[in-house]
């Protein structure tokens, strides 16, 4: 079992950064590979960025490539997102999830989900 609390969502201008953490409580979080996803407004839920269980292997959702790094603190029991040059468009509720069979951008795939934070990109 797995739980996962999300947090430093918030209001920011556009261009600015946020980072985004995820904390798990359970032994076995270091065995499990985390992504990122988001939801807009009246939109599905996408996925961001995945991690693989060691931290070696990552993965972006096109539209944050280059601006978006993710990351993990296996020894905290932590996973982190790192938004710079942030946009409008990245407004969104922000969740982070755990895989036990691997990242992938389908959320089919993850077995545990955190409730979200909000992150709202003023222009």
């Known amino acids: 079992q797995v739980q996962l609390v999300e947090s430093g969502g918030g209001l920011v201008q556009a261009g600015g950064s946020l980072r985004l953490s995820c904390a798990a409580s359970?032994?076995?979080?270091?065995?499990?590979?985390m992504g990122w996803f988001r939801q807009g407004p009246g939109k599905e839920r996408d996925f961001v960025a995945g991690?693989?269980?060691?931290?070696?292997?990552?993965s972006y959702g096109d539209s944050v490539k280059g601006r978006f790094t993710i990351s993990r603190d296996k020894a905290k029991n932590l996973l982190y997102l790192q938004m710079n040059t942030l946009k409008p468009e990245d407004t969104a509720v922000y969740y982070c999830?755990?895989?036990?069979?691997?990242?992938?951008?389908?959320?089919?795939?993850?077995?545990?989900w955190g409730e979200g934070t909000q992150v709202t990109v003023s222009s």
């Open positions: 999830a755990a895989s036990s069979t691997g990242y992938s951008s389908n959320l089919g795939m993850y077995d545990y």
């Open positions: 359970g032994r076995a979080f270091s065995t499990y590979a």
């Open positions: 991690i693989s269980w060691s931290g070696y292997s990552t």
